[in-house]
């Protein structure tokens, strides 16, 4: 499926830094991803698999306020903004409200966090 792209990091690879344009949303499918405030050099969080990171992608006007850093070998599923778009608009019905209103209370979630 278009915008959906599997993707291999090596341990220490950089995914994004802060002030990056949001383009991708990614969802770790094995190893680990650290989320890292460089202002402060503090590790935010460390997600696993299953977890998802990057929602800033789906946002218009999407920047990144954090850097994410691979753990170990990491693989996610890279996930286009545009791609997934497409699929809600070819599944229409209650899909995209419900994703908009998910994405919205994590990123007030996260902003309460930082």
Not at 1 to 12: K, L, T
Not at 47 to 70: C, D, I
Request: aromatic share 8%; glycine share 10%.
């Amino acid at each position: 499926m278009s915008g959906f792209n599997a993707v291999n990091y090596a341990d220490g690879q950089v995914l994004f830094e802060p002030g990056d344009v949001a383009k991708n949303f990614y969802v770790i499918q094995s190893g680990q991803v650290a989320i890292i405030d460089r202002k402060w050099n503090h590790q935010i969080a460390l997600l696993s698999a299953g977890a998802s990171f990057g929602e800033q992608a789906l946002l218009a006007g999407g920047v990144r306020s954090a850097a994410a850093q691979a753990v170990g070998a990491t693989s996610c599923m890279e996930i286009t903004a545009q791609g997934l778009r497409d699929l809600l608009a070819k599944e229409g019905g209650i899909a995209t409200p419900v994703l908009e209103a998910l994405l919205l209370q994590l990123y007030m979630h996260n902003a309460l966090k930082a």
